[in-house]
């Protein structure tokens, strides 16, 4: 659906298949349509699945293999999202070095305070944050704006 609003091209293949292989095909088309950036998104994997962390290992070790530009991980991580949130970051962060956070659905009522202790202690910067549900909503954070939103401060 995200990718029809944005109006880029999907390469899927059928439920079941190496999730690593996609990346591998993705990568191919990618480099003959002359693509300037590729996202993959891993959505719905469980940190407290052992077979599906490997799974994404296997997925980062291919895209770092078959890509010329830098592979970068982010972990998208949703606004409401509690203490358990720290656990699951460090467990992507070990398995994957993550290279920073997407903040999603700070356009409700929830204010990701989270972002903030995962950010500290992971050393791990927040680089965007989703505030609604149209292509424009992903935004760069801003420690400031984001600070004052969480506190009520104006």
Not at 53 to 63: H, Y
Not at 74 to 99: C, K, P, S, Y
């Amino acid at each position: 659906m995200w990718a029809d609003r944005a109006g880029v091209p999907v390469v899927e293949r059928d439920r079941g298949t190496d999730p690593a292989s996609v990346v591998f095909d993705t990568l191919a088309e990618a480099r003959t349509r002359g693509a300037d950036l590729v996202l993959v998104d891993t959505a719905g994997r469980l940190h407290t699945s052992a077979d599906l962390m490997q799974e994404l290992r296997k997925v980062q070790r291919v895209a770092k293999a078959q890509s010329t530009a830098p592979v970068i991980s982010l972990l998208v991580l949703d606004a409401t999202t509690g203490q358990n949130g720290i656990q699951q970051a460090r467990l992507f962060n070990e398995a994957l070095e993550l290279d920073g956070i997407i903040l999603t659905k700070l356009d409700g009522t929830a204010r990701g305070g989270i972002a903030v202790a995962i950010a500290r202690e992971l050393s791990l910067p927040i680089v965007r944050i989703g505030v609604g549900e149209s292509v424009d909503d992903l935004h760069a954070f801003d420690a400031t704006e984001f600070a004052r939103a969480l506190t009520g401060a104006r």
